[in-house]
């Protein structure tokens, strides 16, 4: 009986494991960084900020786990999106720009979906070689340069609160899980035709 209760419990005590542990992670930095500002609603904003596209396509990674699959794309397809959006935000509006982007990555992850499910082939291979694609179509249609999003709209709702300007950026070469969209700032004030111009 008493078995069966310790059992029990440690069943429930890994049920919250994780969120134990993110909370004693914010109280060790909170009691070590105090006197540095770790809980001002900056730093906390600038947290959140930061962990956002990582929390996103963890929500995403969940449900690909839960049903035995892996996804290996998932980093240049958040790039490519990225890539997409930030081009279109050239010709078009905001509305019609993020909709472009979400458009791309559910195609991708349609496709992912029909070689799997319907091919049968193993969702291993396939998005490790769909990652390949994504990311050197996003490093094609860009010649490996940076996209600044000069959108004002854009950027009131997913820039920086301190003025910076968001940057789309191409996977680098030779890696699977590129970080989509960077802050960058002008380090000249000419023309923001190329991204050579804008340093990320």
Do not use: H
Not at 185 to 192: C, D, E, I, L, Y
Request: glycine content about 8%.
């Amino acid at each position: 009986m008493d078995t069966t209760r310790n059992d029990q419990r440690r069943l429930k005590l890994n049920e919250y494991i994780v969120y134990l542990g993110f909370l004693l992670i914010f109280v060790f930095f909170s009691a070590t960084l105090f006197n540095r500002g770790f809980l001002t609603g900056t730093n906390l904003l600038n947290i959140t900020q930061q962990t956002t596209m990582i929390s996103v396509m963890a929500i995403g990674m969940t449900f690909v786990l839960s049903a035995g699959e892996i996804d290996l794309s998932i980093g240049s397809v958040v790039a490519l999106s990225a890539m997409i959006t930030a081009l279109l935000l050239r010709f078009t509006n905001i509305f019609v720009a993020v909709l472009g982007g979400m458009a791309v990555g559910a195609l991708v992850g349609l496709i992912n979906g029909i070689f799997v499910t319907r091919v049968r082939i193993p969702s291993f291979i396939v998005t490790l070689g769909m990652s390949a694609i994504a990311s050197g179509f996003a490093r094609l249609i860009t010649n490996l340069e940076s996209v600044p999003v000069n959108n004002d709209a854009f950027n009131a709702i997913f820039g920086s609160p301190w003025g910076r300007r968001p940057c789309a950026r191409p996977p680098l070469a030779g890696t699977r899980s590129p970080r989509a969209a960077t802050r960058c700032r002008r380090s000249s004030p000419a023309s923001a035709r190329t991204a050579s111009r804008w340093r990320c």
